[in-house]
């Protein structure tokens, strides 16, 4: 079965880091692109970052560019998010999601929690 | 910037057909998808390519995009449908998606 299980998630001053976690199963993981994608609450579908299948490219959306690292490790089976100068605004659950062979988010992670307070 | 736009809102009475509709110049010439989320849950693909159904997606759930506005129908709707819906289009320069703001479909 296919499975994203996302994981790192939590409350964090502003100011802060966070790495979260995306463990892959059930699929050649090093075949897919990946994104994450935002969601803050009560609010809709923010896409933050891709990767390639292979971790050569990489793009991020304009408001966490220069402060969040997208990357991937494809002998775990796992793609991560580094998370850096948390703001109040990067508030909202993160989900991964897999890129399919149709161009569409065919695969979700359950989503993590991350909370930015002070 | 490419801007989706959707109607925040779409009720139907159950056994009744929903359009949630997803609008852009010309989006028509772009491939567009479409996510269900249901409260507490990840989104979920519904509908890829204008028109096509994932495996275990009801056939009640169907596409279409021309012109300027594509749409999301679903025949016969059901209690669990409720769910906020998305549509999707890759940027032009092909470099990175875009969603629209989001339908919630209440069933009456």
């Known amino acids: 079965q296919v499975h994203l299980v996302g994981s790192g998630g939590g409350v964090v001053h502003p100011g802060g880091s966070l790495r979260l976690s995306c463990a892959a199963s059930?699929?050649?993981?090093?075949?897919?692109?990946m994104h994450w994608v935002r969601q803050a609450p009560g609010k809709g579908l923010d896409w933050v970052a891709i990767?390639?299948?292979?971790?050569?490219?990489?793009n991020y959306a304009d408001s966490v560019k220069g402060r969040f690292t997208i990357s991937r490790d494809n002998s775990k089976n796992t793609l991560y998010l580094e998370m850096n100068s948390l703001t109040i605004d990067d508030t909202a659950v993160y989900y991964c999601?897999?890129?399919?062979?149709?161009?569409?988010?065919?695969?979700w992670g359950q989503g993590t929690l991350v909370t930015v307070s002070s | 910037s490419f801007v989706l736009t959707q109607a925040p809102s779409v009720s139907v009475a159950p056994g009744k057909t929903a359009r949630i509709s997803c609008g852009e110049n010309n989006i028509g010439s772009k491939s567009v998808h479409w996510y269900q989320q249901k409260a507490g849950q990840a989104p979920a693909l519904v509908i890829s390519y204008d028109s096509d159904r994932p495996s275990g997606i009801p056939e009640r759930f169907s596409g279409s995009n021309s012109g300027n506005t594509a749409t999301l129908t679903i025949s016969g709707v059901e209690a669990g449908d409720e769910a906020d819906y998305y549509c999707q289009v890759w940027d032009p320069r092909g470099d990175h998606p875009v969603f629209g703001g989001g339908t919630h479909l209440t069933v009456l």
């Open positions: 059930g699929f050649t993981f090093s075949d897919y692109p």
């Open positions: 999601t897999r890129e399919g062979i149709r161009d569409a988010f065919d695969v």
């Open positions: 990767i390639s299948y292979d971790g050569s490219d990489r």
